[in-house]
């Protein structure tokens, strides 16, 4: 709820529509976040929402900016954690375009290039931390340490 208005109130600001009259606002935001969250190609987007590939097109590229600066601050970082508690970390490869001038983003595990992201939570399920994306080529380890997630006035590892 919090988020849906914050996410009104950014778009207020700007003068006229900035998004397009066909999806409305709402499913601007929703074509947005899964556009970001699946990789769903924009041509599978426009006949899933019934609209036209440009318009998914331009309301991605609209709507990016505002999601991004809505969800910023509600990102939680490693400064955030409690050294107190044990957490469950896991990274994840997010997958983009063969960079042939980049070849820090090859990711031999994976076998493809992309950014490494680590998230981790507590014990019950709570996000606590998302670190953020270094170079596909880093190590699963060496990508935590960065953030500072496995420094030693945070989490200890899980009593066995």
Not at 35 to 53: C, D, I, K, M, P
Not at 74 to 83: F, G, Y
């Amino acid at each position: 709820m919090v988020r849906s208005m914050l996410v009104h109130d950014e778009c207020a600001d700007k003068p006229g529509r900035t998004w397009p009259p066909s999806l409305g606002l709402f499913k601007s935001i929703i074509v947005t976040l899964t556009y970001l969250r699946r990789n769903r190609v924009q041509a599978e987007l426009a006949e899933t929402f019934g609209v036209s590939h440009p318009t998914i097109s331009r309301a991605v590229i609209k709507r990016t900016p505002v999601v991004a600066k809505v969800l910023t601050e509600q990102v939680p970082v490693a400064e955030d954690l409690d050294m107190r508690q044990q957490y469950i970390t896991d990274g994840s490869l997010l997958p983009c375009w063969s960079w042939a001038g980049h070849p820090e983003l090859y990711s031999g595990k994976n076998q493809t290039t992309g950014l490494n992201v680590h998230v981790a939570c507590d014990l019950s399920g709570r996000l606590v931390c998302v670190s953020d994306p270094v170079d596909g080529c880093r190590h699963d380890i060496a990508a935590l340490r960065i953030p500072g997630v496995l420094d030693a006035d945070h989490p200890r590892p899980l009593d066995r």
